[in-house]
């Protein structure tokens, strides 16, 4: 049994294939997959699904029908409907889909935000103000977070000062947003680095610490997953079957597998909402939209534990 309505989840998982993994693949996932994918998501139990990514379709046509995707997921009673905008562009977009929640990429290696949004750090924050403002005159209500990429690491500048990120982290909680989470876009973060850059980010915007990023380029996914909730995140992105990637981040490969992460915490005694029976059983329509895709997790792949129950930590 998963966690009893009336309690809330002690984590939220932040599901980010349909975006970061459909961007990443060769292949595009016809509309009507990517809405069937989503409803088997939301019927797992997942409450915020990041659903599209507002970009010029000549860009990233995995991404044209960023709209109709956002358009049928407001359908879903209780789920947050999030996208993701590089630009005020894209958010103006994203807005007008009628979105709950933006996530903004602001990269913290200078190398990485020219390539990835064609704009200086400096002026990514003055993106970041002028889309707060946007949201402040069109949709109030619509929430903003700022995700720091590269936050560990980046495959073209390598080394990231912790200072950088955590200026940036600082420069973004002031223009107005939310929350603002930490990305390892390029899977080169330890646990060590997650434990020390969280605990540093919440000395410095309190309360705004948002979600952890993690990808599971080499394997460490999980183990910085687990850092990140040691330091008291309870928010985590996690990509079903690890799809995933950052066209702009050679070698960057998948997400931490949403199966093996709610696998973990549920076995840990820590509530996500998820009926992972139901997760797994939601990779069917992954699987029907984006055929021959190698998918990852090791739980799907094992199966759960003789006797295992989501319930059993009530007992
Ligand atoms: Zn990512």
């Known amino acids: ?20 993994g459909l961007q990443s693949v ?7 997959h990517k809405c069937q994918w989503i409803t088997a998501l939301h019927a797992a139990g997942l409450r915020e699904i990041e659903v599209a990514s507002f970009v010029p379709a000549q860009l990233l046509p995995q991404m044209a029908d960023a709209a109709e995707v956002v358009r049928h997921a407001l359908t879903l009673p209780g789920l947050t409907v999030m996208a993701l905008v590089p630009n005020l562009r ?20 200078a190398a990485h935000s020219l390539a990835n949004v ?46 950088d990120v955590l200026w940036l982290a600082a420069q973004c909680a002031r223009a107005g947003v939310g929350e603002v989470g930490l990305s390892d876009t390029t899977g080169y973060a330890n646990p060590s680095q997650v ?51 950052c066209p702009y981040a050679p070698g960057a490969s998948g997400n931490v597998v949403t199966e093996d992460l709610v ?8 509530s996500t909402g998820v009926d992972i029976a ?17 998918l990852y997790g090791m739980t799907p792949d ?6 295992f129950s989501q319930g059993a930590r009530h007992a």
């Open 90 to 109: 894209g958010a103006q977009a994203a807005l007008a889909a009628g979105v709950h929640k933006l996530t903004i990429p602001v990269s913290a290696s």
């Open 263 to 270: 696998f973990m915490l549920e076995a840990m005694g820590v």
């Open 118 to 163: 064609r704009k200086t750090r400096e002026a990514m924050v003055e993106e970041v103000r002028n889309i707060v403002a946007l949201r402040d005159a069109q949709a109030p209500h619509t929430q903003v977070e700022a995700g720091i990429s590269t936050a560990f690491g980046c495959t073209l500048q390598g080394l990231v000062p912790e200072e």
């Open 195 to 245: 434990r020390r850059l969280f605990r540093r980010l919440r000395a410095e915007i309190g309360n705004k610490t948002g979600a952890a990023h993690m990808h599971n380029t080499r394997g460490l996914g999980l183990a910085n997953c687990l850092a990140a909730f040691d330091e008291g995140v309870r928010t985590f992105d996690a990509s079903q079957g690890g799809l995933g990637g």
């Open 1 to 20: 049994m998963p966690s009893t309505p009336t309690s809330a989840p002690d984590v939220l998982i932040s599901e980010v294939g349909p975006r970061d």
């Open 302 to 307: 094992a199966g759960l534990p003789k006797g």
């Open 278 to 294: 139901k997760l797994i059983a939601a990779r069917e329509a992954l699987k029907a939209g984006l055929p021959g895709e190698p």
């Open 26 to 32: 060769k292949a595009t996932m016809p509309t009507a």
